[in-house]
């Protein structure tokens, strides 16, 4: 999600495919204030189908590392899934495995992001009270659904710990921990959406007693596991797939990042604002201060940006916040700059193409727009 120069780049290229990316981003904006205009959760189920129709039914020439998958959904099956699965992603192979069907491959796509989407817009629809639906899907879709069109199955761990979150703050801390333990099985890196558990420090008065116990034995645990995880990974080589995070030493600090930063300070800045926010909104913003965190880490360790994913998708759910006060005290404006922001986020994800999602192909039709 990093930008960079204002310039049409692949847009110019392609002018059809970026009218559909930027077609279906209306449609869903609009479905998504009819949604809670009328306070009917089941439309959402239509913006899930509309995404993973248009952007799950793709070929692998769309997304960088689509094809990849192809490629280990053609050795599972050709070679079983006790062959290429390991520990950390069992369920997704196994999901692949039960596709053995003509066209699989596509179907197993389709059915991975419409549950990507639904999940990502019923956790949204949590907040409905809060925020303005349609920004929060605005500012979903222009900084996820470039991702996800490129790292499909990242995205969908993302999702499960995403919805999981919602639990954080219900008290019943054990099934956000099953639901990460699920995203583990998917993609290994869910394993830091364990700091969540440090939005439990922002509700500790409300919790109860075994919620209390469980929020000591991680503040206990918590300090062991960032001493001791590196040294495990390390002599296990189980971080030798992540070693070319750790190759580029350039600084690089991307204007999306400086972009997120301005919005965020000038959203906090004024008015106590963080203090008027409900336990989850300001749990929403400390996520969004920990992902910017890891996204300039990223600048420095190529591909790092990736980890910060996981409190980065709070963003779509802070800014919105953050839009609704500005709003509630009388300065509209804020909310236009994040609508702007969104805008110059889809933007420069199609012009600058960095993730592959330009030309656009879908199986609905045999040529590339």
Same mark, same amino acid.
């Given at each position: 999600?990093?930008?960079?120069?204002?310039?049409?780049?692949?847009?110019?290229?392609?002018?059809?495919?970026?009218?559909?990316?930027?077609?279906?981003?209306?449609?869903?904006?609009?479905?998504?204030?009819?949604?809670?205009?009328?306070?009917?959760?089941?439309?959402?189920?239509?913006?899930?189908?509309?995404?993973?129709?248009?952007?799950?039914?793709?070929?692998?020439?769309?997304?960088?590392?689509?094809?990849?998958?192809?490629?280990?959904?053609?050795?599972?099956?050709?070679?079983?899934?006790?062959?290429?699965?390991?520990?950390?992603?069992?369920?997704?192979?196994?999901?692949?495995?039960?596709?053995?069907?003509?066209?699989?491959?596509?179907?197993?796509?389709?059915?991975?992001?419409?549950?990507?989407?639904?999940?990502?817009?019923?956790?949204?629809?949590?907040?409905?009270?809060?925020?303005?639906?349609?920004?929060?899907?605005?500012?979903?879709?222009?900084?996820?659904?470039?991702?996800?069109?490129?790292?499909?199955?990242?995205?969908?761990?993302?999702?499960?710990?995403?919805?999981?979150?919602?639990?954080?703050?219900?008290?019943?801390?054990?099934?956000?921990?099953?639901?990460?333990?699920?995203?583990?099985?998917?993609?290994?890196?869910?394993?830091?959406?364990?700091?969540?558990?440090?939005?439990?420090?922002?509700?500790?008065?409300?919790?109860?007693?075994?919620?209390?116990?469980?929020?000591?034995?991680?503040?206990?645990?918590?300090?062991?596991?960032?001493?001791?995880?590196?040294?495990?990974?390390?002599?296990?080589?189980?971080?030798?797939?992540?070693?070319?995070?750790?190759?580029? =030493?350039?600084?690089?600090?991307?204007?999306?990042?400086? &972009?997120? /930063?301005? $919005? !965020? @300070?000038?959203? %906090? +800045?004024?008015?106590?604002?963080?203090?008027?926010?409900?336990?989850?909104?300001?749990?929403?913003?400390?996520?969004?201060?920990?992902?910017?965190?890891?996204?300039?880490?990223?600048?420095?360790?190529?591909?790092?940006?990736?980890?910060?994913?996981?409190?980065?998708?709070?963003?779509?759910?802070?800014?919105?916040?953050?839009?609704?006060?500005?709003?509630?005290?009388? =300065?509209?404006?804020?909310?236009?700059?994040?609508?702007? &922001?969104? /805008?110059? $986020? !889809? @933007?420069?994800? %199609? +012009?600058?193409?960095?993730?592959?999602?330009?030309?656009?192909?879908?199986?609905?039709?045999?040529?590339?727009?």
């Amino acid at each position: 999600m990093t930008g960079g120069a204002c310039n049409v780049g692949a847009i110019a290229n392609y002018p059809l495919g970026s009218l559909i990316y930027f077609l279906v981003f209306i449609i869903g904006i609009v479905v998504a204030n009819e949604a809670q205009a009328s306070d009917r959760k089941k439309i959402l189920v239509f913006i899930a189908c509309v995404l993973a129709l248009f952007f799950g039914l793709r070929t692998e020439k769309v997304g960088i590392d689509t094809v990849n998958y192809l490629r280990y959904y053609t050795e599972t099956i050709q070679y079983g899934p006790n062959i290429t699965a390991s520990w950390y992603d069992t369920v997704y192979v196994y999901g692949m495995s039960l596709f053995r069907m003509e066209n699989g491959f596509y179907l197993f796509n389709f059915i991975v992001s419409f549950a990507t989407n639904l999940l990502i817009l019923l956790r949204l629809w949590d907040f409905k009270e809060q925020v303005n639906l349609s920004l929060s899907f605005g500012l979903f879709y222009s900084f996820f659904i470039p991702v996800e069109l490129n790292i499909a199955r990242q995205l969908l761990a993302i999702a499960l710990v995403f919805w999981g979150s919602r639990y954080i703050f219900t008290h019943k801390v054990w099934l956000f921990l099953a639901f990460l333990l699920f995203a583990v099985g998917i993609h290994r890196s869910s394993l830091i959406a364990i700091l969540l558990l440090c939005a439990l420090y922002f509700i500790k008065d409300e919790m109860s007693y075994s919620s209390r116990t469980v929020l000591s034995c991680v503040s206990l645990v918590m300090p062991v596991c960032v001493i001791a995880a590196p040294i495990i990974l390390i002599n296990t080589g189980y971080l030798t797939d992540y070693a070319k995070y750790f190759e580029s =030493n350039d600084i690089k600090i991307g204007l999306m990042t400086i &972009l997120k /930063l301005l $919005v !965020l @300070f000038i959203g %906090l +800045s004024k008015h106590k604002l963080f203090q008027r926010f409900d336990v989850q909104g300001k749990a929403t913003v400390i996520f969004t201060i920990v992902g910017l965190a890891i996204s300039i880490i990223g600048y420095l360790f190529d591909y790092m940006e990736r980890i910060g994913y996981f409190f980065s998708i709070f963003d779509v759910v802070s800014l919105s916040y953050l839009a609704r006060a500005q709003k509630d005290i009388g =300065n509209a404006e804020y909310e236009r700059m994040i609508w702007l &922001l969104s /805008l110059y $986020v !889809l @933007f420069t994800a %199609l +012009s600058g193409n960095g993730q592959g999602i330009l030309p656009y192909e879908s199986l609905w039709f045999h040529f590339t727009v």
